[in-house]
């Protein structure tokens, strides 16, 4: 049974780099054909698709938050890893990493069959 498990700061200030860790057990990230995915929800606002790593290490980026993010794995590890940098309060919200079959279409949800617990990140001074 596959599962997804983040990690990083609950709380960060203005300007700092965000980091989270997702670690997969109970299967590969490497194999298969999935898109792992970090997925975010500020409060009271809609989920957002920051950003996927493929099976085969490609990297794709959502459109809102490019500029600021980065995304990496380690695959000794079977974890991958969400940068966001310059964070603000806006960037509040709970992160979620997840496994998809592709690629989002219209929501951040698409294709989306497993979620960690979520992590939420306050950004405040």
């Known amino acids: 049974q596959v599962q997804l498990k983040e990690s990083g700061p609950g709380l960060l200030k203005p300007s700092q780099t965000l980091s989270l860790t997702c670690t997969v057990s109970g299967g590969s990230i490497t194999s298969g054909s999935w898109y792992w995915t970090w997925i975010r929800q500020p409060p009271g606002k809609r989920q957002e698709w920051m950003g996927s790593i493929a099976y085969d290490g490609s990297i794709y980026y959502g459109p809102f938050l490019k500029s600021r993010t980065s995304i990496s794995r380690d695959t000794s590890k079977n974890q991958f890893t969400l940068q966001l940098i310059s964070v603000t309060p806006e960037d509040t919200a709970e992160y979620y990493c997840?496994?998809?079959?592709?690629?989002?279409?219209?929501?951040?949800?698409?294709?989306?069959?497993?979620w960690g617990k979520g992590i939420l990140v306050t950004v405040s001074s």
């Open positions: 997840c496994r998809g079959s592709h690629l989002p279409i219209q929501v951040a949800a698409d294709g989306i069959d497993l």
